[in-house]
């Protein structure tokens, strides 16, 4: 089995720790490890090194080699421009040999929480002995939900398809990616329904025929790219093309419209922390203050105080806030408005903050 991580996203609802040049997969945000490293360590012992890539953008390639390098150079995948997962993959296909489209991979994010470990790798034992047995399903991971979120997607668990002996396998007769609240609350009440972790498995025989029937301008790139393989000119056709590819998500363009999806439930502590709101109830008990750095505090209650240990923060009768401080920037939002920290990064765009971004 071979691994394809993502480490190209900027995480911006993690601002202002989260930056352009140096966005979440590559911060300390749960341990004393990164994101990505603690995302690699994870797959380390079930997946053979040489069989591990990770794809980014061009601006964090050395910064993928800086955190992780014991990685093969030739296993960065460098992406000429930004753009959506199926991109990710078929430049990620262009690079494997033509036996290894039928054996499975293992396609997820850099910056995701996974608190138990051990469930997470039993999981993927079984899905890719899953995926051997029926090379025809694309595998999802799902996690049983706890609160209506909107930012992520939603499986419906069918009828059993196999049994093996770290759990059931279902059919997945519905998906929905991102619904809204009245949607999502209606899915948390229905027992049948689980988070989209965004951890999938499948084969590249699957996939690149799916792409191929859902997004063909972005398959007929990629067959572009192939065949400038080993040409001088390769850089320039291979910018050209992946620029030119559609900005397509895998989760609309492929899972929501492809009819053999399977799912494997797993408890396993996930979260894609998402917001500074969700990785305080991630690492800290309701109502209890979360500190990371040095702060005092006076009658102060479910407060996340986050900053460098050579700055002291300090609160005196406040409640629900989240206050961040780097270098340069003092963050200070409500923790039921942390979401909205996206909308105070695109202001900062439109005013041309750029040394804030």
């Known amino acids: 089995m071979k691994a394809l991580i993502l480490a190209g996203g900027k995480g911006t609802r993690l601002w202002p720790l989260s930056r352009k040049f140096k966005p979440k997969q590559f911060q300390k945000l749960v341990s004393e490890k990164t994101m990505i490293q603690e995302t690699f360590d994870r797959i380390l012992p079930l997946i053979d090194i040489n069989d591990i890539y990770v794809a980014t953008n061009k601006q964090y390639t050395d910064e993928v080699k ?40 293992i396609f997820l994010p850099s910056d995701h929480l996974i608190k138990d470990v051990e469930k997470f790798k039993k999981a993927v034992l079984t899905a890719e002995q899953f995926i051997k047995e029926n ?51 209606a899915f948390v009440n229905d027992k049948t329904f689980l988070w989209n972790v965004g951890i999938f498995i499948f084969t590249p025989a699957l996939i690149e025929k799916l792409i191929k029937r859902f997004v063909p301008a972005s398959y007929e790139r990629y067959e572009n790219i192939k065949k400038a393989a080993g040409q001088a000119d390769f850089k320039e056709i291979l910018e050209k093309e992946y620029s030119e590819m559609e900005n397509a998500s895998f989760d609309y363009s492929i899972v929501e419209k492809y009819e053999n ?78 979401q909205r920290i996206k909308e105070l990064v695109k202001k900062l765009e439109k005013n041309q903050e750029m040394k804030f971004l």
């Open 66 to 105: 800086k955190e992780l390098p014991n990685l093969f150079q030739k296993n960065i995948i460098s992406e000429p421009v930004s753009r959506e997962r199926i991109a990710s993959l078929l430049l990620f296909f262009s690079r494997l040999k033509p036996e290894d489209f039928s054996e499975p991979v």
């Open 135 to 185: 090379p025809e399903q694309l595998l999802l991971l799902g996690e049983k939900p706890n609160f209506p979120d909107t930012g992520l997607g939603y499986i419906k668990m069918g009828e059993p398809l196999a049994e093996y002996k770290n759990g059931k396998i279902h059919k997945v007769p519905f998906f929905k990616e991102k619904p809204n609240l009245e949607r999502a609350t």
């Open 261 to 338: 999806n399977a799912v494997l439930p797993i408890s396993m502590g996930w979260s894609d922390i998402g917001s500074w709101s969700v990785l305080k109830d991630c690492l800290s008990e309701p109502d209890k203050n979360l500190v990371k750095g040095n702060y005092i505090e006076v009658g102060s209650q479910n407060v996340m105080a986050y900053g460098p240990a050579d700055k002291l923060i300090t609160s005196v009768g406040v409640k629900d806030l989240i206050i961040v401080v780097t270098d340069d920037i003092v963050m200070v939002c409500h923790k039921d408005d942390s």
